[in-house]
């Protein structure tokens, strides 16, 4: 196991960037922290700056002008990141495929490493994506 | 006169969910202006709502905003309804109340936990978030879902709420009173949160109809405002119910209103579920076409009034879909009630009229402008082009003019 992996599948810390989202998943994200499911027990917390972070959560779809600032949100992060798409909207553009507005999906911008849909996900499914995300960045079966 | 700078908040950051870029104009520690950016977040849903038929743009405004998530249904629902000459069951009339009001609760609490947070106060916000789960969970037990409940349909709902539920219900909203009360008397008394919330960010009640806010942040100001009880709906001219007015317009105040409004909420849904016990009737009326027509539909959602027109022209889409959200009125507000406070206010300030720019962004366009100049790109060009000169003198070189 590499030095970076063994770090990054510590204490995550989570920048989460919320485009044009209707705010569900980002409500949701938010309640993954809070008492009932209380992720913080286990070391993820939610950052104020993309420059401390580890995750980044993207949700909704990304109209044309908060596109270049994902990009450019990207690139501030410090490297290795990985990117969560959460919701249909992030993932495949849900509904709004045929806006004038919407400009291309997420991962045509940046490289997603892990895709959940849902709308919105359960926190439960937040929690299991990022279970799974660990396990296999530790090569885990 | 002292040095003017700006402070850049976002467009992301970590105050708010939502990108939205704030431009605090302060002088040392007071705020002096404030210009808002928005246009992050508008995603063309009145454009694409054309393209959907009557029973489809009712999900798709459900995705305006997932917090008033039954508020713009309930709201297009009743313009089409409203257009059509639809006729609504009267047991749905009873089961979008409680949607409705459910939804209310959900979004209060939300609120509450979120100003906690921005006041650095995270008991609350822990708090109010734990007691929000077993609302949630009401959701999933009468929508199915728990955000995006899905419910309304032009003609009534989806989804009877079945009798054997309505003990679970009642017990659940007996459990939230206790919390809820507690939370009241947690921020009537603490002398903390006074500290931080009286005379801060105070809005006039003349300058909360000059702004026409809505909602909470015009209740909160003194102006009795409620489509609930302006023009009664739904079952609202049915069930016994208060409008909560503030005095002051403080955030201290806006609190206040939410939380009171929470417990009247568990009262319009106690009585409309003692109705539904008994209330036989379908709960959708199945209509087959909707005439051409237009059609207002308005519901009190938890920030304000919402508005929606539809256009119909006798076909199965909508001709012209126009939404009004209320946060669109109650941000405004903000340039008024954040001008002479401190930074450090200024973050609960901005949160107070519970802001939802997902709601707002149907191209909106901002600009504080009192006092300052706003320069267009000609006068630019001229300021910039007797810059040049100035320098040019100063360094004793000349080169080739230019004109505009």
């Known amino acids: ?24 998943c980002d409500i949701e994200i938010i309640d993954t922290l809070t008492p009932r499911y209380d992720l ?11 420059r401390h972070a580890d995750v980044l959560l993207i949700t909704g779809i990304f109209n044309k002008k908060s596109a270049i600032r994902l990009k450019r949100v990207y690139q501030e992060a410090a490297k290795p990141v990985l990117v969560i798409a959460i919701g249909a909207c992030a993932c495949t553009g849900n509904m709004f495929q045929k806006s004038y507005n919407w400009n291309v999906s997420v991962d045509k911008y940046i490289p997603v490493d892990a895709y959940l849909p849902g709308c919105p996900p359960k926190p439960e499914a937040m929690i299991m994506a990022m279970v799974k995300l660990v396990k296999k960045l530790r090569g885990a079966k | 006169m002292s040095k003017t700078t700006i402070i850049p908040i976002g467009p992301y950051h970590p105050l708010q969910e939502e990108p939205e870029f704030f431009k605090l104009h302060v002088e ?21 709502s054309e393209l959907k038929t009557f029973e489809q743009t009712v999900f798709l405004v459900e995705r305006i905003c997932g917090i008033c998530s039954t508020s713009h ?46 006041l650095g106060f995270n008991t609350v916000w822990m708090w109010a978030w734990r007691y929000r789960e077993p609302i949630l969970e009401l959701f999933e037990l009468i929508t199915g879902n728990r955000n995006h409940y899905g419910m309304m349909k032009p003609g009534g709902v989806r989804r009877d709420i079945s009798v054997e539920d309505i003990p679970a219900i009642q017990k659940t909203l007996d459990g939230l009173k206790g919390p809820i009360c507690l939370f009241r008397d947690a921020v009537t008394d603490d002398p903390l949160i006074r500290a931080r919330l009286e005379g801060v960010g105070t809005l006039t009640k003349q300058q909360a109809i000059d702004y026409c806010a809505v909602g909470p942040t015009a209740r909160a100001s003194g102006v009795a405002k409620d489509v609930r009880k ?41 009585q409309c579920l003692e109705v539904l016990k008994t209330l036989p009737g379908p709960v959708d009326s199945n209509p087959k076409e909707i005439m051409a027509g237009e059609g207002i539909g308005t519901y009190e959602a938890p920030r304000g009034e919402v508005i929606h027109y539809i256009c119909s022209d006798g076909g199965n889409r909508p001709l012209r879909h ?19 406070q401190s930074v450090a206010d200024a973050t609960i300030i901005l949160a107070a009229v519970d802001p939802c720019y997902c709601c707002t962004e149907r191209m909106a366009a901002l600009d504080a402008g009192s006092g300052r100049r706003i320069l267009s790109s000609a006068e630019l060009i001229r300021l910039s082009q007797a810059k040049t000169a100035k320098l040019k003198k100063e ?3 000349e080169g080739p003019r230019l004109k505009i």
């Open chain 2, 395 to 397: 360094m004793g070189v």
């Open chain 2, 73 to 118: 249904p309930l709201a297009c629902v009743q313009a089409v309804e409203d257009a059509g000459g639809v006729e609504v069951p009267e047991r749905a009339l009873y089961i979008r109340s409680v949607i409705g009001e459910l939804e209310r609760l959900h979004s209060h609490m939300l609120w509450l936990g979120l100003a906690g947070h921005f």
């Open chain 1, 40 to 50: 913080e027990r286990f070391g993820i917390t939610l950052v104020g700056s993309v």
């Open chain 1, 1 to 24: 196991m590499s030095f970076a992996v063994n770090m990054l599948t510590r204490s995550l810390n989570v920048f989460h960037l919320g485009g044009s989202a209707c705010n569900n």
């Open chain 2, 322 to 340: 126009k939404i009004r959200a209320p946060s669109f009125m109650n941000v405004p507000t903000n340039q008024t009630t954040v001008i002479g």
């Open chain 2, 28 to 48: 040392g520690e007071k705020v002096v202006g404030l210009d808002i950016e928005l246009g992050y977040n508008h995603r063309g849903i009145e454009k694409l």
């Open chain 2, 230 to 270: 302006d023009h009664p709906h739904l079952a609202y001219g049915r069930v016994d119910f208060k409008i909560i007015t503030g005095k002051n317009g403080d955030v201290f105040d806006k609190a206040i209103v939410r939380i009171l409004e929470t417990l009247e909420s568990i009262k319009i849904i106690e």
